[in-house]
């Protein structure tokens, strides 16, 4: 398996297992829908809630977060939209991010990240 791909995954590992500690409860993984992707489906309390898991070795480039451009906020807004429908849900959706910094093994949990407009 190519480098970035084992990165991602263990990025999102530790993703997983920090939002677990935070009090989320995963619903799915990898969610597809057509051509789109979410990483972490999960619930907060009672808000729905899309996570895109952004992991790097360094900063040299930027910061995680800075990665998720408008794009793949858009299509995340659209996988959203089908979700909600496909699964019948109805009540208070967010989208966080979660930045993973791999040489150090630091997770941010940025809620509220973007919106959909």
Request: aromatic share 14%; proline share 1%; hydrophobic share 45%.
């Amino acid at each position: 398996m190519a480098q970035h791909l084992v990165s991602g995954q263990h990025g999102e590992e530790l993703a997983v297992s920090y939002i677990c500690k935070q009090g989320y409860s995963v619903l799915h993984r990898n969610w597809r829908y057509k051509y789109w992707e979410v990483d972490i489906v999960a619930m907060d309390a009672d808000t729905l809630v899309f996570i895109e898991v952004k992991s790097r070795t360094n900063t040299s480039f930027g910061e995680p977060a800075e990665f998720v451009d408008w794009k793949k906020k858009r299509n995340l807004v659209k996988l959203a939209e089908a979700y909600l429908k496909i699964m019948s849900f109805e009540g208070e959706i967010r989208f966080d991010i979660v930045a993973v910094y791999l040489e150090t093994q630091q997770v941010e949990l940025i809620k509220d990240a973007f919106w959909s407009s």
